[in-house]
């Protein structure tokens, strides 16, 4: 077996709250700095900077892994992790068909920029990507699992867009098989007063600037894999509950 520290939860210029300056290589060269060795990249209701992201990884010792992170109808945070680029920007394209469209205000969101695997600016999002979309809680695990995505609830010990601070507690339905907190010291607490034993505790950064990204503390515990699709197979096989 093998560490692998990771950091799942990353916003890359493309989110409108992230800065300007956390570009796919960026924000792998700060991973490789810090000596992670998984990254997924997570934007607001977008995958379009992930093709990019894989292409620049070629380039460094961390397995990508592509993702989102959705805002459901009820305005709940979820993260939507792929095993396979192609299966999130299937995801992609599905979600662009439930999002609310109204024009991003750069003056007061920010950008939304999407870059080459060179970071080269070749487009940008006109209408905001935070805001909620029309797919639910409940609808989410199942249209993103028709991809081979796996789904669960971020920042849970977070009131803002918090699974737990909108709901006020963890429903039984949708089943998820993990969850993620952004403080690691609130884990237990929130573990026994909620009975999540059961889940896989993913602890993640939500960093919209380079800085934010995680220091290696965090670790799965993998088989040894050669290339960065059989380990990204390994860790979805965690993340499913299946290993």
């Known amino acids: 077996m093998t560490r692998f520290y990771y950091d799942l939860h990353i916003h890359s210029c493309l989110s409108p709250c ?29 995958a379009k900077n992930c093709p990019a992201f894989f292409e620049a990884a070629k380039r460094y ?3 990508p892994v592509a993702g989102m992170e959705l805002t459901t109808a009820e305005d709940i945070h979820l993260v939507c992790l792929f095993e396979e680029l192609s299966g999130a920007m299937e995801f992609d394209r599905l979600v662009d068909s439930y999002r609310i ?34 797919i639910t809680i409940d609808m989410a695990p199942g249209l993103a699992g028709d991809f081979g995505g796996v789904v669960y609830p971020a920042h849970i010990d977070r009131e803002a867009n918090g699974l737990l601070g909108v ?12 969850i993620e907190l952004h403080d690691p010291e609130k884990a237990p607490g929130i573990i026994a007063r909620h009975r999540l034993e059961d889940k896989r505790l993913i602890i993640s950064s939500d960093a919209h600037y380079l800085w934010d990204i995680k220091e290696p503390r965090e670790y799965f515990e993998l088989p040894r894999g050669g290339s960065p699709e059989e380990i990204r197979r390994y860790l979805f096989e965690y993340l499913k509950g299946r290993a």
Do not use: K, W, Y
């Open 61 to 63: 010792s961390v397995v």
């Open 18 to 46: 992230a800065d300007d300056e956390s570009t796919p290589n960026s924000i792998l060269g700060m991973g490789e700095l810090n000596g992670l060795g998984i990254m997924a990249l997570t934007d607001h209701n977008t």
């Open 167 to 178: 709901l006020g507690l963890f429903p039984p339905t949708p089943e998820f098989s993990c």
């Open 101 to 134: 469209l109204i024009p991003n205000r750069v003056d007061i969101f920010g950008n939304q920029l999407v870059c080459d695997q060179n970071d080269e600016i070749i487009g940008h999002e006109d209408n905001l990507l935070s805001n909620a979309t029309r």
